[in-house]
């Protein structure tokens, strides 16, 4: 069945850095892609929509010159975290919306801590 | 008010035993409304995929949608260790991508 492919599973980076997330869908085109984040035994909670081709869709609240998004691929959507703090630390989670079904794909999640 | 509510659990039931999941909503418009297992520091895994009310049947798990109460459950038959994980409850509009998420209720199974 189809897929979502999430790279890398987990990452530790120094305070100040940026760090990027990829988001794969691997045997189907996927022109839409979610980015979520999820905090300890809390919901998961949409941060942007990726578009491919266009510019992400950001969730009120999310910081888009933090958190960007690029869609450049059917296949390809990326988050980078950038100047990284210790309270961007959580688990991310990607998406991708698969014909009318959105929510069918999840990736395995990106747990990121920021020391 | 949070629009989707879940309780957060534990739940913890023997090997075996009907486990029932539940959630609340506020936002009578839902119409989407999806379940999802999600195992330790993993992402979720789509259980369950209902439209409007009414009940849904696969295998071990029987999803159902009351609208007029705004409630939806999810039932685990022969539960086994292998389900113990969290669940959520996820929900949409019709015309809208977004998905809206209960916070998880974790189940343990006990061998």
């Known amino acids: 069945g189809a897929v979502v492919s999430q790279h890398p599973s987990r990452v530790i980076c120094k305070s100040g850095t940026s760090v990027k997330i990829e988001c794969r869908s691997l045997?189907?085109?996927?022109?839409?892609m979610f980015w979520y984040r999820q905090f300890p035994k809390k919901s998961l909670m949409l941060m942007a929509t990726?578009?491919?081709?266009?510019?992400?869709?950001?969730e009120q609240g999310v910081e888009k010159d933090k958190f960007l998004i690029n869609h450049a691929s059917l296949t390809l959507s990326t988050l980078t975290v950038t100047s990284a703090h210790p309270e961007d630390s959580s688990f991310y989670i990607c998406?991708?919306?698969?014909?009318?079904?959105?929510?069918?794909?999840f990736g395995q999640g990106t747990r990121l801590t920021v020391v | 008010q949070k629009e989707v509510e879940q309780d957060p659990g534990p739940l913890s039931v023997p090997e075996g035993a009907i486990v029932s999941l539940n959630c609340t909503y506020s936002?009578?418009?839902?119409?989407?409304f999806m379940w999802y297992r999600q195992y330790s520091r993993k992402g979720p895994e789509l259980l369950m995929y209902?439209?409007?009310?009414g009940n849904k049947e696969d295998g071990r798990f029987t999803a159902q949608v009351d609208k007029s109460s705004k409630y939806i459950s999810l039932f685990i038959r022969d539960s086994q260790p292998s389900d113990s994980a969290t669940y959520l409850c996820?929900?949409?509009?019709?015309?809208?991508?977004?998905?809206?998420f209960g916070s998880g209720t974790r189940l343990l199974v006990r061998p």
């Open positions: 936002n009578s418009a839902f119409q989407y």
């Open positions: 045997d189907f085109q996927a022109t839409t």
């Open positions: 996820a929900m949409k509009l019709d015309s809208s991508y977004k998905l809206i």
């Open positions: 990726s578009n491919e081709g266009s510019k992400a869709t950001y």
């Open positions: 998406s991708a919306r698969w014909g009318d079904l959105t929510g069918a794909f």
């Open positions: 209902t439209y409007s009310s």
